[in-house]
Each structure stands twice: as C-alpha cells, then as structure tokens.
Nanobody, 124 residues
Framework: VQLQACGGGLVQPGGSLRLSCAAS????????MAWFRQAPGKEREFVAG????????EYANSVQGRFTVSRDNAKNTVYLQMSSLKPEDTAVYSC??????????????????WGQGTKVTVSS
C-alpha cells in the first residue's frame, strides 16, 4: 500500500487543522491505520490509531480529547482532526499502515508502510 499525507501548515495556538492520508494499492480496509509525529530533536511518537472498520480508536494521552482520528474506507483515506492545538504539537506528522495487527500498535516498528510526513507548526 502507498500512503500520501497532506494538510499540514502553520496554525496559531488554539486553532484547528485536519490532516489527510490517502492510500492506494491493496484493499485499504484491511489495514489498521495510525498517525505518528516527530518533533525536532525528539523520537517519533504514536499519536492516534484506528481499527480496520473505524469502530475502535486509540490516542496518546497528550492528544486525548483534542485530536480525532477517523477513516473513510470508500475513499481510502484516514484523517486526523486536530483542535486546541498547542506549540508542543509542532512536528512532522506521518501516517502508517499495518496489515497484520489486530489493533493499532503504539510503536513505529509495528507498521511496515509509511507515508511521507506533513509538517505542522503551531505558533503565533
């Protein structure tokens, strides 16, 4: 599966942004999907994950209640709606896919497929 993320940009603190990740290739609905982020000088971290059907989602504590992950299997796309953004949310955000997991792994090693990152900058 090939993944293409987009939607990053510059946003003020407290603002919102929606990231999209479009997939091509094999059946999108057979993959567990996730978003990770990597801030300058920091390790990549799990942000949110979603099950194949979209019925189950998981979030990092740092974004719980502010971010929402969703997917549209008919459009082969996963989304990350980000609200109440903070400067510490500044990072390169990447989407990832796993065909073998039953639930979204929280470590990057659980995902063999990655999209290119999209940069999110939260600053006034």
């Amino acid at each position: 599966v090939q993944l293409q993320a987009c939607g990053g940009g510059l946003v003020q603190p407290g603002g919102s942004l929606r990231l999209s990740c479009a997939a091509s290739g094999r059946t999108f609905s057979s993959y567990v999907m996730a978003w990770f982020r990597q801030a300058p000088g920091k390790e990549r971290e799990f942000v949110a994950g979603i099950s194949r059907s979209g019925a189950s989602t998981e979030y990092a504590n740092s974004v719980q209640g502010r971010f929402t992950v969703s997917r549209d299997n008919a459009k082969n796309t996963v989304y990350l709606q980000m609200s109440s953004l903070k400067p510490e949310d500044t990072a390169v955000y990447s989407c990832a896919a796993s065909g073998g997991a039953s639930a979204p792994p929280h470590t990057s090693t659980g995902y063999p497929y990655w999209g290119q990152g999209t940069k999110v900058t939260v600053s006034s």
